[in-house]
């Protein structure tokens, strides 16, 4: 069964602190491994999709980085507009449904 | 460029009802999936649609059941509700099936089971 651990569960940093949240995840073979930010009574957002060991994606201030057990979201230097919860899911490849298997998300709170 | 809309928002009903909520895709997407996210969890798939036709399902009971019409719009019709199916219901639409790149969600119905 497809498994994905979110770490912290939350997060509380000043301004212009920069931090990592980790995805940790064990799944029969990787079609692809996603990260979304949800803002409070929102849908999930897309951020990011990596698909190889050693892939790496950035936007703004945020980048995002895979390994084969895991993948990182770094953040740089926040600002109060990045408070979300951000959500990593991973895709299985090998048939099946195509659904998406979703952590608990790491609840981010950056404060001015 | 349209979104992706629900609707209702919000939603009450009682134990042993049924539901029906309603989403559109985002123009030009043919492929709808449907996710619960219950409180302080990430979402759960239910089951996706492509082309008018389930095209894969998570681990939910047959009381969980859909529809895509010729629009590419769905429904999820939910039976016998239980407490337990109170939360937030989760609408995705993408260009592709079987391709998860870029899920666009709404805003979701907030469910409530009494």
């Known amino acids: 069964e497809d498994q994905v651990t979110q770490s912290p569960e939350a997060l509380r940093l000043q301004e212009g602190e920069s931090s990592s949240l980790n995805c940790s995840y064990t799944v029969s073979g990787l079609r692809g491994l996603f990260w979304y930010r949800q803002d409070p009574g929102k849908g999930p957002e897309f951020l990011f999709t990596?698909?190889?060991a050693g892939e790496e994606k950035e936007k703004e201030r945020l980048k995002a980085t895979l390994t084969k057990k895991e993948s990182f979201l770094h953040i740089t230097a926040p600002k109060p507009e990045d408070s979300a919860t951000y959500l990593c899911?991973?895709?299985?490849?090998?048939?099946?449904?195509?659904?998406?298997?979703f952590g608990k998300g790491t609840h981010l709170i950056i404060q001015p | 460029e349209t979104g992706v809309t629900q609707s209702p928002t919000h939603l009450i009903k009682t134990r042993g009802q049924q539901v029906t909520l309603r989403c559109s895709s985002q123009?030009?997407?043919?492929?709808v999936s449907w996710y619960q996210q219950a409180l302080g969890q990430g979402p759960q798939f239910i089951f996706q649609?492509?082309?008018?036709?389930?095209?894969g399902r998570g681990n939910f009971p047959p009381r969980f059941s859909g529809l895509q019409f010729p629009n590419y719009s769905s429904e999820l019709n939910v039976n016998a509700l239980e407490l337990d199916d109170s939360a937030l219901y989760l609408c995705?639409?993408?260009?592709?099936?079987?391709?998860?790149?870029?899920?666009?969600f709404g805003s979701g119905t907030q469910l409530s089971v009494l």
């Open positions: 990596l698909y190889s």
């Open positions: 899911a991973v895709q299985a490849s090998g048939g099946g449904a195509d659904g998406l298997t």
């Open positions: 123009s030009g997407h043919n492929t």
């Open positions: 995705a639409s993408s260009e592709n099936r079987g391709i998860n790149e870029k899920l666009f």
């Open positions: 649609y492509y082309r008018e036709e389930e095209n």
